[in-house]
């Protein structure tokens, strides 16, 4: 079982930055898959970005590409989300999953989710 912790989220002004982090409990964190999905208010769990194992690949969703960055840190077994231009559309609450598999970006298929992180952009 993993256990996984998000944190980073709070209430900022359009324009501003934020990194989001997710703090897994297993020491095989360099085996996992690691994604993060994010889910607005009134919509569906949306695809934000993904991280291969070693962290040499990478995926973005549409409204993440050029403005988010997605890195992880295999010694401290917790991965990021570097956020930046942020807009009133990425209010939403912020989820990190994993999964020993690969997974396509459009796929939210991952065994292991955080609880969530709320982020609020105001214009």
């Known amino acids: 079982q993993v256990q996984l912790v998000e944190s980073g989220g709070g209430m900022v002004q359009a324009g501003a930055s934020l990194r989001l982090s997710c703090a897994a409990s297993?020491?095989?964190?360099?085996?996992?898959?690691m994604a993060w999905f994010r889910q607005a208010p009134g919509k569906e769990r949306e695809f934000v970005a993904s991280?291969?194992?070693?962290?040499?690949?990478?995926a973005y969703g549409d409204s993440a590409k050029g403005r988010f960055t997605i890195s992880r840190d295999n010694v401290q077994n917790t991965m990021y989300l570097l956020m930046s231009s942020l807009e009133p559309e990425d209010t939403a609450v912020y989820y990190c999953?994993?999964?020993?598999?690969?997974?396509?970006?459009?796929?939210?298929?991952?065994?292991?989710w955080g609880r969530g992180t709320q982020v609020t952009v105001s214009s």
């Open positions: 991280i291969s194992w070693g962290g040499s690949n990478t």
């Open positions: 297993t020491r095989a964190f360099s085996s996992y898959f």
């Open positions: 999953a994993a999964d020993r598999m690969p997974k396509p970006p459009t796929s939210d298929g991952y065994q292991y």
